[in-house]
Structure formats: C-alpha cells, structure tokens
C-alpha cells in the first residue's frame, strides 16, 4: 500500500537557518504530495502542495518538487522564524482517478523548534 | 467564511462509555473526513462520508462508526471505550473528497479515556 517516510525528528535550528526536512513515498500511479503543518493547540493547514512530476509547491518561503525519479518531496525553506515552529506533516493521495475519497496517507511528522 | 468546527474540544470518558463527536464543515463542502491521531501511531484515516453516504473506510475496528446528515455535518461514534482511543479525533471536509483538493481540517477533539 501507499505509504510516507520523514525523516527523523526533532528538528532544533536558529533564526534564519536553512531548513530541510526529507519525505520519500511509495505509492502506484501518480500520486498527489502534500506538505500540512499543525501548530500547537490547532489542526492542520496545507502548506503547499504538487500533483504532478516536477512540479513545484511553495508558500510562505517554503518550497517543495515533486521529484518520481527519487520518489521524494523535500520541504525547504532558506530563512526560518521562530513562528515556523511547528509539526510539519508529508503526505499523499492516490491522484486524479483514484477513489481514495477523503483519504490522505501522512508521515510520522517532524517536530520543527526555531530557536531566536 | 467559518472553517471546520468540532465539538466539543476535550472531553474524558471511562472504559466501556461511548462517546459522539460532532464536526460542521465548511459552508458548501459535502465531503467530510475523520482521522485519529496519536503519538505512537500518527495520523491515520477513519472514514469519510459524502451526500450521507460512506464512500471510504480505513482499518479500525466496528466500535468507530460515523454518519453524516443532510446539511452535510457529520458525527463519529465510539462504543466500548478502551484506553488506546485516546487521541485526538480530527475532522476535515472539502468540497467533492476527490484525490488531488485539499483538505481543511478542524481543530480536532481531544478524547482521554480513564
């Protein structure tokens, strides 16, 4: 089944560091790749999104592509603020033509602190 | 425009209760989801409902049961409460659940079970 891999966390960095955080799926077809973040006390938001090879999500000055070659969809951003701490979730969904209804597969979740 | 409302927001139950949890999604969305999330487990997928219909079912056992009603609202149920359905219960909707939209969470309800 289709399935989401992040890399391992917590993630500890100061303002206006670089930040990376790594996902890679396994998934048929030609799945949609999300990245949602959760702040403490709220849901998730989407963050950005791509739904096809290539392509590239960004908002906010985070930035993710869509690479199948590698199956990955690494989030970045070149300058964090201590209001992007947060959980940060990777996720999938089966694509166009899927019947997946309602159903995204997410990572574990990497916990992002930006220290000042 | 309002977003997705759960309610209530926290609530603690005791073994073998059962429990409903409401979730109003957002005005026009038809497709309501519910997901579980836990430290050990994650985020991981319920059911979800459109035009009052189930179209999707994860792996969780038949104590978790849910519904959704004309105005497109939507209720989860959980019978025989166990100490493990601890979580935080999340609803989300949009407006047909298809594969590539996005999803608009709600804030979530947090259940303890004693």
């Known amino acids: 089944g289709d399935s989401v891999t992040q890399m391992e966390g917590p993630v500890t960095l100061s303002e206006e560091a670089f930040l990376t955080i790594n996902c890679t799926y396994t998934?048929?077809?030609?799945?949609?790749l999300f990245w949602y973040v959760q702040y403490p006390g709220e849901g998730l938001q989407l963050l950005l999104k791509?739904?096809?090879?290539?392509d590239k999500g960004s908002n906010k000055g985070f930035e993710a592509t869509y690479r199948k070659e590698t199956t990955s969809f690494h989030l970045e951003k070149g300058s964090v603020q201590v209001s992007d701490s947060a959980v940060y979730f990777c996720?999938?969904?089966?694509?166009?033509?899927?019947?997946?209804?309602?159903?995204?597969?997410f990572g574990q979740g990497t916990i992002l602190t930006v220290h000042p | 425009k309002a977003g997705v409302t759960q309610t209530p927001r926290y609530l603690i139950k005791t073994r073998g209760q059962q429990v409903t949890l409401s979730c109003s999604p957002i005005?026009?969305?038809?497709?309501v989801s519910w997901y579980q999330q836990t430290p050990g487990q994650g985020l991981q997928f319920l059911f979800e409902?459109?035009?009052?219909?189930?179209?999707n079912k994860g792996n969780f056992p038949g104590r978790f049961s849910g519904r959704q009603f004309s105005n497109s609202r939507s209720e989860m149920n959980v019978s025989t409460l166990e100490l493990g359905d601890s979580a935080l219960y999340l609803c989300?909707?949009?407006?047909?659940?298809?594969?590539?939209?996005?999803?608009?969470f709600g804030e979530g309800s947090r259940l303890t079970v004693l």
């Open positions: 989300a909707s949009s407006l047909l659940g298809g594969n590539t939209g996005e999803l608009f």
């Open positions: 998934a048929t077809g030609y799945p949609s």
């Open positions: 791509a739904t096809k090879a290539d």
């Open positions: 996720a999938l969904s089966p694509g166009a033509g899927g019947t997946s209804y309602g159903k995204l597969t």
């Open positions: 005005s026009g969305h038809r497709s």
């Open positions: 409902y459109f035009s009052e219909t189930q179209r």
